[in-house]
T-cell receptor, first 111, second 113 residues
């Protein structure tokens, strides 16, 4: 089966660092994406990991361990505008290129 | 802008009516995807096109759902004889190919009364 787990909600303070974890069990794996989605808006691409290790992009970093079926998204120097849902998605690859999404983690950044 | 455009933004229909949702992908994007997103959930895959070919429709919930992309650009998702459980946000995404990131539209929020 396909299973992607993320915490439902998290709260953090402006200026702090927060780590959002994602574990997955899927029949195929060709990479893992993180998307940000503000309420009522489109998901927007944040990062893509296909190899083990850390990918850094400004305030956002993403880590992947394929052997553990685990990823995390690290957000530094949190800003109020970072309050959003963060979606972990596995790219299944193969004949179909669909993304399999987790339920998303709703992050609330407080002053 | 040159993003993915979806219309209408909101659609209200009575149970039993047919609806058609439109997606204009980013110009030149080969791959096009439809997803369904319920409130508080992540998007769920419906169907996938590579140019005009529908390569995967395994996520379509029933035979009331039909998607097409006849010229390999604009796509339409049609739902016949709508039911209340069809109420959701329908997201369209496109990409240059794979594994390029998928770029999403703002979605169509469908409400069935």
């Amino acid at each position: 089966g396909q299973n992607i787990d993320q915490p439902t909600e998290m709260t953090a303070t402006e200026g702090a660092i927060v780590q959002i974890n994602c574990t997955y069990q899927t029949s195929g794996f060709n990479g893992l994406f993180w998307y940000q989605q503000h309420a009522g808006e489109a998901p927007t691409f944040l990062s893509y990991n296909v190899l083990d290790g850390l990918e850094e992009k400004g305030r956002f970093s993403s880590f992947l361990s394929r052997s553990k079926g685990y990823s995390y998204l690290l957000l530094k120097e949190l800003q109020m505008k970072d309050s959003a849902s963060y979606l972990c998605a596995v790219w299944s690859g193969g004949a179909t290129n669909k993304l399999i999404f987790g339920t998303g983690t709703l992050l609330a950044v407080q002053p | 802008g040159a993003g993915v455009s979806q219309s209408p933004r909101y659609k209200v229909a009575k149970r039993g009516q047919d609806v058609a949702l439109r997606c204009d992908p980013i110009s030149g994007h080969v791959s096009l995807f439809w997803y369904q997103q319920a409130l508080g959930q992540g998007p769920e895959f419906l169907t996938y096109f590579q140019n005009e070919a529908q390569l995967d429709k395994s996520g379509l919930p029933s035979d009331r759902f039909f998607a097409e992309r006849p010229e390999g650009s604009v796509s339409t998702l049609k739902i016949q004889r709508t039911q209340q459980e069809d109420s959701a946000v329908y997201l369209c995404a496109s990409s240059l190919g794979d594994p390029q990131p998928q770029h999403f539209g703002d979605g169509t929020r469908l409400s069935i009364l």
